[in-house]
Each structure stands twice: as structure tokens, then as C-alpha cells.
């Protein structure tokens, strides 16, 4: 399944499918962006990231695309799994220092 | 190494009574940023600091919430005379004096307190 954008809350994927993600962010001059995972109950909890200099970072059965033309982000899961079911935010840095600017969020539900 | 402390995980207040929010940054971090979290909606910006001082309270309203980053100590989220709509989830984060990014950001945050305004 895919995600067609924050507006969308819920993204429904089947256990070993693969999930994207979509984020539009708002800031054109941004240059670091993130991807938390929230649990129920949790504090957001450190995915990937990505500086405004890649199109493309890999991780461990993630990947995040970052499209600056249209100020696009997405996260890609390879293999989702129960335990990636929570509620995914994109992050961009506003400043110098660290002040994030988060999206709404996207809440992905695996099925078995 | 601990990450970072927040307490308490669920403060329960009437309307016009205070609320007192700690934060314990990771060891050697001396950055601190407080965010809120309404129900079903992501993260907003409310301050950041540093060691006795406020760098940027641009996410902050203007009446009735205040922070600090004392030297010693925690950093402490007040909300005087808490109203309904001031029931959220409020959580803290921590860096280290050089962000370094790329990989792990080093950007960590707690597990939040959850207030319930009654």
C-alpha cells in the first residue's frame, strides 16, 4: 500500500509487503530531515535521516527518498512487520541548532 | 547510560492548579527541547534551552507556561493555572553541544509526561 500523503492517517500494509511513507515538508532552505517512529505511549524514536545533499539513504530494511524539487519526502519499509506497526512522522530541522518541525503523521497498521 | 528522564509519565490537575514537568537530559547533553503532542497530531516546538538559558521560546505561549534549565538539575516545563485544552503529551529532548548529524542524530527524546487537565 502507499501512502499519498500526511492527509491520509492510516496505511493498512499486509505482513511481508513493502510500506512507503509520503511527507511534503515546508521549508525549501531545510537541510536535514528525519524519520521517527512512535509507539503507543512512547516517545519518538529515532528511524533514519537524510541531509538535503542525498537523494537516498539506506538503512536496515528502510530507505528514505528525499525529492527537493517538490519538497517530497518518503519512507520506504522493506518487509513490514507487526513490530513496525506505530505512528511515523517526518522531522525537517528549522535552524542552526535543532528545532524540528514535524509532520502529522501517518499511522501504519500490519496485518497478518 | 540512561536516556532521557521525564516525570512524572502521567500528571492528573484540576483546572487552575500547577503543573511541573521534569526533564533530565542524557549525560553529556546540555541542550533541551520541549515539544507538545496533541491527540492524533505530531510534535510542536515549544523551547529549546541550554544550561541557564532560554535560546529560542518562539513555540512558547505567551501567558501561563515558563522553562527552565537551572545548572544543576532538570529542566523543569511549568504550566500555572492549567486549563482543559492544556491536556497533551509533553516531551523532552536532548542533544550534545555539537550536533553532529548524519546517522544518528544524537537527538534523543523521553518518554513524555501525559497531563490530563480535570
Known amino acids: 500500500g502507499e501512502s499519498v500523503g500526511l492527509h491520509l492517517p492510516t496505511l493498512s500494509v499486509q505482513e511481508g509487503d513493502n510500506s512507503i511513507i509520503n511527507c511534503a515538508y515546508s521549508?525549501?532552505?531545510?537541510?536535514?530531515f528525519i524519520w521517527y517512529k512512535q509507539e503507543s505511549g512512547k516517545g519518538p524514536q529515532f528511524i533514519i535521516d537524510i541531509r538535503s545533499n542525498m537523494d537516498k539513504r539506506q538503512g536496515q530494511r528502510v530507505t528514505v527518498l528525499l525529492n527537493k524539487t517538490v519538497k517530497h519526502l518518503s519512507l520506504q519499509i522493506a518487509a513490514t512487520q507487526p513490530g513496525d506497526s506505530a505512528v511515523y512522522f517526518c522531522?525537517?530541522?528549522?535552524?542552526?541548532?535543532?528545532?524540528?518541525?514535524f509532520g502529522a503523521g501517518t499511522q501504519v497498521v500490519v496485518t497478518p | 547510560n540512561a536516556g532521557v528522564m521525564q516525570n512524572p509519565r502521567h500528571l492528573v490537575r484540576r483546572r487552575g492548579q500547577e503543573a511541573r514537568l521534569r526533564c533530565s537530559p542524557m549525560k553529556g547533553h546540555s541542550h533541551v527541547y520541549w515539544y507538545r503532542q496533541l491527540p492524533e497530531e505530531g510534535l510542536k516546538f515549544m523551547v529549546y534551552l541550554q544550561k541557564e538559558n532560554i535560546i529560542d521560546e518562539s513555540g512558547m505561549p505567551k501567558e501561563r507556561f515558563s522553562a527552565e534549565f537551572p545548572k544543576e538539575g532538570p529542566s523543569i516545563l511549568r504550566i500555572q493555572q492549567v486549563v482543559r485544552g492544556d491536556s497533551a503529551a509533553y516531551f523532552c529532548?536532548?542533544?550534545?553541544?555539537?550536533?553532529?548529524?548524519?546517522?544518528?542524530?544524537?537527538?534523543?527524546f523521553g518518554s513524555g509526561t501525559r497531563l490530563t487537565v480535570v
Open positions: 522531522a525537517e530541522k528549522m535552524d542552526s541548532w535543532g528545532k524540528l518541525q
Open positions: 529532548a536532548s542533544s550534545p553541544p555539537s550536533l553532529k548529524g548524519g546517522g544518528d542524530y544524537g537527538y534523543t
Open positions: 521549508n525549501s532552505a531545510s537541510d536535514y
